[in-house]
């Protein structure tokens, strides 16, 4: 019996729709990095993917994945698992979450698409991320961690940094960066270490020794504007 409260913000759910939307922003996302040549791992799915057309990208994935939804159930126990453990920490979470960026946490009916897909996106403004299907709940729950302190970074600093200037690539690297106050403050919550992007080391770095100093949010982020403004 899945134990879902009614205050529960966060909910892990089958969504095959989601799913394959989850795969194409993978692929988007992979793509913009070969463009801008950020490193990253070659994936082979995804660069057979970038030789097909959209609907022949489309077709590919949903065959790809179809196995996995032949008996929903299997995946309705995983979700089941995964909220059962996730509802015992999401107050304490969410509450440290808007005390570290000291501001609140306005989302109040997020959806937790668990995906097949090999990176977990998101859509803020229709309140959902995705997950890892194939992991333990609990590595699941560390991407929820990972994907919700965007919620936050959308939702309070994205529009300063464009006012400011900065480009798409450049606000994804901080957001990105900042995903390291995850091991510093929110060790507790999770199963393994936040890594982070090999090319973010140095921001990661920035914001790392900016927070162990001040322990505010805005320092940190004018630190590593700085930062990233500098190395180019």
Known sequence: MQLIMKEQIVKFVIDKKLD?????????????????????????????????????????????????YKDERKLNSLADDINNEWIKIEGDFIKKLEDIHKNPFHHKNIRGVLSSGSRFGYKVDEEWFATDMFRNKFMSIDVATHELMHFMFHGYYENTLKEKGLSENVIWDIKESFTVLLNLEFDDFRFQPDHGYPPHKNLREVIEKSWNKEHDFNTALELAIKSVVTDK
């Open 20 to 68: 394959i939307v989850n795969h194409f922003i993978g692929l988007d996302s992979y793509k913009r990095n070969i463009e801008r040549g950020f490193q990253q791992p070659k994936n082979e799915k995804y660069e057979k993917l970038l030789k097909l057309n959209k609907v022949q990208q489309n077709e590919e994935i949903e065959n790809n994945i179809s196995r996995y």
